[in-house]
């Protein structure tokens, strides 16, 4: 009897210590997980007093929530040196948007239209602002700075895809 309690302590420390599942494993952890797209993305665009975007390619997914923060880190007066953000509607000519961007003084060089998914207002030197709006479909949408004489070197693309 002796002899049996020592193997019977061993045994329970085998069983005990045994990393291998007793049962099998359900049917739902063969089932590939997959990360849904995320719903909203955050863009922070740097302008400065030189008429330049830090960026020129954004992207983001089609129908993906998109938070815009535009920053101006120079020092001009936004009646000087003002910058926006104004994204383009798919096959809109950036040439003859912004010469009606220049008559629209009054509005910030926002003209009228629908030519346009979204736009900022008008900032200077140390401002920010900040806007969301929905991703269009898949494509190429051109963005821009309205102000006047600015689209030329501050323009880029928003991928969506």
């Not at 002899?3 to 061993?10: K, Q, R």
């Not at 960026?55 to 040196?81: C, D, E, F, W």
């Not at 602002?129 to 479909?137: G, K, L």
């Amino acid at each position: 009897m002796r002899n049996i309690l020592p193997i019977l302590l061993l045994m329970f420390f085998y069983i005990g210590c045994n990393n291998n599942p007793t049962t099998k494993p359900s049917e739902s952890s063969n089932v590939e997980k997959t990360t849904p797209i995320e719903d909203e993305t955050k863009i922070i665009l740097n302008s400065n007093d030189l008429m330049q975007f830090d960026k020129k390619v954004l992207s983001a997914s089609p129908g993906q929530k998109v938070t815009l923060t535009l920053n101006h880190t120079g020092r001009g007066n936004k009646m000087i040196m003002g910058h926006n953000f104004v994204l383009l509607k798919s096959g809109v000519d950036v040439d003859i948007f912004a010469r009606k961007a220049v008559q629209a003084r009054d509005t910030e060089y926002i003209p009228e239209g629908d030519e346009m998914i979204a736009y900022t207002k008008l900032i200077g030197g140390g401002e920010s602002v900040t806007i969301s709006f929905e991703a269009p479909e898949k494509g190429i949408y051109n963005f821009i700075c309205t102000f006047p004489a600015h689209y030329q070197l501050m323009s880029g693309q928003l991928i969506v895809k």
